[in-house]
């Protein structure tokens, strides 16, 4: 009888367990189904970086593994508030890029125009964020040292860099590197009397030592991801919702700036190596020159005190 009540008991427990995930279950169903319109998930992005995710699953940057990223992985679309179920519908109208400077650490200058239709907003946002994800081209890199410092001057709101961050590779051995860079808009963004906002930003940019060749190097940029991140005011919680801006529709784009790297002159590697070789020894002998004087002096000082 003790056994048996025994086994009674643990069924009892599992088939408790089972129910309780059941609702468990349903409840999250249901959690969902309320934020769902129109087919479209409407939910918050978890992560603070969009590439993090990316760089979670994949080691280096392929342009149609990110794109393919972009399209299944981020959650975007309308930035709703769940309240009123008011649609916020931001637009890209123009994106310009160039680079400024010369030779080899250069600053990438982006401009871009955001448009919407303020009459349709009820509600707008409490805040919003421009982030702008630049796939670098190989050969260039920036410095994630340089980035914080700028974070912390306050010219970005947040930035980092994903994939290969060896600053001292050249272009030949290192990989391709990808620059998150987020800027904080603010509440003129939905403001009735400016329903138009123009961000620039600039991002220093360093070149790697390119093979050995004659004449430059070619590297070609191509258009940035641009995503729009904005807080929803809530009774309980702020709810960020993410947005793809769609630069297909955008009225001007022209963002292919191109950097031409001076290349090493293979003709010229043997005179460079012989004048490294002739600089190091004669460096060398002038140590040992140094050190043997200083020693020479050092113990005549001791023998006119003694």
Same mark, same amino acid.
């Given at each position: 009888?003790? =056994?048996?009540?025994?086994?009674?008991?643990? =069924?009892?427990?599992?088939?408790?367990?089972?129910?309780?995930?059941?609702?468990?279950?349903?409840?999250?169903?249901?959690?969902?189904?309320?934020?769902?319109?129109?087919?479209?998930?409407?939910? +918050? #992005?978890?992560?603070? #970086?969009? %590439?993090?995710?990316?760089?979670?699953?994949?080691?280096?940057?392929?342009?149609?593994?990110?794109?393919?990223?972009?399209?299944?992985?981020?959650? #975007?679309? %309308?930035?709703?508030?769940?309240?009123?179920?008011?649609?916020? &519908?931001? @637009?890209?109208?123009?994106?310009?890029?160039?680079?400024?400077?010369?030779?080899?650490?250069?600053?990438?200058? &982006?401009?871009?125009?955001?448009?919407?239709?303020?009459?349709?907003?009820?509600?707008?946002?409490?805040?919003?964020?421009?982030?702008?994800?630049?796939?670098?081209?190989?050969?260039?890199?920036?410095? +994630?040292?340089?980035?914080?410092?700028?974070?912390?001057? *306050?010219?970005?709101?947040?930035?980092?860099?994903?994939?290969?961050?060896?600053?001292?590779?050249?272009?030949?051995?290192?990989?391709?590197?990808?620059? !998150?860079?987020?800027?904080?808009? *603010? %509440?003129? =963004?939905?403001?009735?009397? @400016?329903?138009?906002? !123009?961000?620039?930003? !600039?991002?220093?940019?360093?070149?790697?030592?390119?093979?050995? *060749?004659?004449?430059?190097?070619?590297?070609?940029? %191509?258009?940035?991801? =641009?995503?729009?991140?904005?807080?929803?005011?809530?009774? !309980?919680?702020?709810?960020?919702?993410?947005?793809?801006?769609?630069?297909?529709?955008?009225?001007?784009?022209?963002?292919?700036?191109?950097?031409?790297?001076?290349?090493?002159?293979?003709?010229?590697?043997?005179?460079?190596?012989?004048?490294?070789?002739?600089?190091?020894?004669?460096?060398?002998?002038?140590?040992?020159?140094?050190?043997?004087? #200083?020693?020479?002096?050092?113990?005549?000082?001791?023998?006119?005190?003694?």
């Amino acid at each position: 009888m003790e =056994l048996h009540d025994y086994l009674a008991r643990c =069924l009892a427990m599992v088939i408790t367990v089972i129910l309780i995930a059941k609702i468990s279950s349903c409840l999250n169903t249901a959690v969902l189904s309320e934020k769902t319109v129109n087919g479209l998930v409407h939910a +918050p #992005y978890v992560d603070n #970086y969009v %590439a993090k995710s990316y760089f979670n699953k994949h080691e280096n940057l392929v342009d149609s593994m990110f794109e393919d990223f972009i399209a299944h992985d981020i959650l #975007y679309g %309308a930035c709703v508030s769940l309240q009123g179920n008011v649609e916020f &519908s931001p @637009k890209l109208s123009a994106l310009h890029g160039k680079l400024i400077g010369e030779g080899s650490h250069r600053r990438l200058s &982006s401009t871009l125009r955001l448009k919407m239709s303020s009459e349709s907003i009820s509600r707008p946002p409490k805040s919003c964020e421009v982030i702008i994800v630049e796939r670098l081209p190989s050969g260039v890199f920036a410095d +994630p040292f340089e980035l914080q410092h700028l974070v912390q001057r *306050g010219v970005f709101r947040d930035a980092a860099v994903f994939g290969d961050t060896n600053l001292e590779l050249p272009s030949f051995l290192s990989n391709r590197s990808l620059v !998150e860079v987020h800027l904080e808009v *603010g %509440a003129n =963004l939905t403001s009735q009397q @400016k329903d138009e906002l !123009e961000i620039h930003m !600039e991002l220093p940019l360093h070149a790697r030592y390119q093979p050995l *060749g004659h004449g430059f190097s070619r590297v070609e940029f %191509a258009s940035p991801d =641009l995503f729009l991140r904005c807080n929803v005011e809530r009774k !309980e919680d702020d709810t960020g919702c993410l947005f793809l801006l769609d630069k297909q529709n955008a009225e001007s784009i022209d963002t292919h700036p191109v950097w031409e790297v001076p290349c090493g002159n293979r003709e010229h590697t043997e005179v460079v190596s012989a004048f490294t070789f002739i600089s190091a020894v004669v460096s060398a002998l002038l140590i040992i020159v140094a050190s043997i004087k #200083y020693s020479d002096n050092a113990s005549s000082n001791v023998l006119k005190q003694s």
